[in-house]
């Protein structure tokens, strides 16, 4: 669903949007728990912009995502990440930004891949995939810094390192994160699509009638010349 040119007004419109939710979204995300459990709404926003707007748009709201997340590091608003930049600053870095990137670009291109044959499937698997690319990439930077993670653990054995990264980190924050996602993006997306469909047709109808008005003006003024 990428019309128009990259800078147009309506894809900037829904770009500032679905900038600013990433933002909100990520920054007050801790706000929405059931128990101990975060519900993150972020990754919603950044694959509506890779659907809608192409993976370009989808790739630099990830950007912004990972970039969030490593100032809380930074700042010391999040100690896991902190530690992390402390022993692995470039890696950590890598980690932050890669996976939110991909979380973006990702979904994009499969949207555009599937959504030939059908937009709801393309959709669905697009929403699929961000919560995948995220916590999968996440899991695969910390798995090559292990000496790192390993000081989270008792003993700094592999095997807790593993167990610490899938359940301890992943476990049911990926869960939800993958159930939330699945669930609220392609139902957004429809939303959209009905929505821009409708204001096409609205258009349409009120172009028509001036359009026909005008016919007959026209063919008096040439009777009467």
């Not at 919603?44 to 912004?64: D, Q, R, S």
């Not at 961000?130 to 095997?159: D, E, H, K, R, S």
């Not at 924050?173 to 699945?182: G, K």
Request: glycine content about 10%.
């Amino acid at each position: 669903m990428n019309k128009g040119k990259l800078l147009s007004a309506r894809n900037i419109a829904y770009f500032s949007v679905l900038l600013a939710l990433v933002v909100v979204l990520q920054c007050c995300g801790g706000f929405f728990r059931i128990g101990p459990t975060s519900l993150s709404f972020v990754l919603v926003p950044i694959v509506l912009g890779g659907i809608l707007l192409g993976w370009i748009a989808g790739g630099l709201l990830g950007l912004v995502f990972g970039f969030i997340v490593l100032m809380y590091g930074v700042a010391g608003a999040d100690a896991f990440t902190a530690t992390l930049l402390a022993d692995s600053p470039v890696m950590t870095v890598l980690i932050c930004l890669v996976k939110g990137i991909a979380a973006g670009i990702v979904p994009a291109l499969l949207y555009k891949l599937i959504a030939r044959k059908n937009t709801l499937v393309g959709a669905i698997v697009a929403s699929a995939s961000a919560p995948i690319m995220n916590t999968g990439l996440f899991i695969v930077g910390c798995l090559i810094i292990n000496g790192t993670i390993a000081g989270f653990t008792a003993n700094g054995t592999m095997n807790e390192v593993v167990y610490f990264l899938f359940i301890g980190c992943a476990g049911w924050n990926f869960i939800i994160e993958f159930a939330i996602n699945l669930v609220l993006a392609p139902a957004v997306h429809r939303v959209v699509l009905v929505a821009e469909k409708a204001h096409v047709q609205k258009k349409s109808k009120v172009a028509k009638p001036s359009s026909e008005g005008t016919m007959p003006q026209q063919e008096q003024a040439e009777n009467n010349s």
